[in-house]
């Protein structure tokens, strides 16, 4: 009962802009969508979250349609340590996070 | 802030001996910790969830016998193996969760277990 859909995997050329898909049709109203990313053998690292408006920090922009059923995560100018796997999860603000498979994405020079 | 630790950073101990991982939120009380489990070219899947000086909540499927997880204080919560076998070999990664910060999780840079 994955709540996300996401491409298994990816490819994006240094510089441009990567941008990457997420379907979560099912999203409830007070559920949040957030990107994570994990680089091999680390962590997941905390990239952008947001509710129903578009948002946008140092590291990515997150932009969520009217109906909030999918979202894009745009990382502008890719460089070769984006390269990563990519993970839209929905939630609720006290909800543990889920991962599901992700999207990889490689950077390639 | 909001910085989370886990030692050891990769640990290789023998079948049926049991092995302790720590993680800890440096700069925060974390109300609520999590712990998860990836296997190679896998995704991470929740194994439990334990509130400070509360019993963990395991996942379907998660032995709770066999993952003991201790969560002493709002900084530091434990996990030990209990008697592991090879196929316990995976990347355990915690996570933690503070009022402080919304709710939100933060997740430390995982323990490598290798079983031999």
């Known amino acids: 009962d994955a709540k996300t859909t996401q491409p298994t995997s990816m490819d994006c050329a240094e510089g441009r802009a990567a941008n990457l898909p997420c379907n979560h049709s099912?999203?409830?109203?007070?559920?949040?969508v957030y990107w994570y990313r994990q680089i091999h053998s680390q962590g997941p690292q905390y990239i952008i979250h947001?509710?129903?408006n578009n948002e946008t920090n140092e590291m990515a922009s997150l932009i969520i349609t009217e109906d909030r059923k999918s979202s894009t995560l745009i990382l502008p100018h890719a460089t070769l340590r984006d390269t990563a796997v990519y993970y839209c999860?929905?939630?609720?603000?006290?909800?543990?996070?889920?991962f599901g498979a992700g999207t990889r994405l490689t950077v390639k020079p | 802030g909001a910085v989370v630790s886990q030692h050891p950073s990769w640990v290789i101990c023998k079948s049926g001996t049991s092995v302790k991982i720590e993680c800890r939120s440096l700069?925060?009380?974390?109300?609520?910790m999590f712990w998860y489990r990836q296997f190679p070219k896998q995704s991470l899947m929740l194994m439990a969830t334990?509130?400070?000086?509360?019993?963990?909540?395991?996942e379907q499927g998660v032995e709770k016998d066999k993952f003991l997880i201790n969560h002493a204080s709002l900084t530091l919560s434990t996990l030990t193996v209990t008697s592991a076998h090879p196929e316990d070999s995976s990347f355990y990664i915690c996570?933690?969760?503070?009022?402080?910060?919304?709710?939100?999780?933060?997740f430390g840079p995982g323990t490598r277990l290798t079983v031999t």
């Open positions: 996570s933690a969760r503070a009022l402080a910060y919304s709710y939100e999780q933060y």
């Open positions: 334990s509130n400070e000086g509360s019993k963990a909540t395991y």
């Open positions: 999860i929905v939630r609720e603000e006290n909800n543990d996070m889920r």
């Open positions: 099912t999203i409830s109203g007070n559920e949040y």
């Open positions: 700069d925060f009380q974390a109300t609520t």
């Open positions: 947001g509710l129903k």
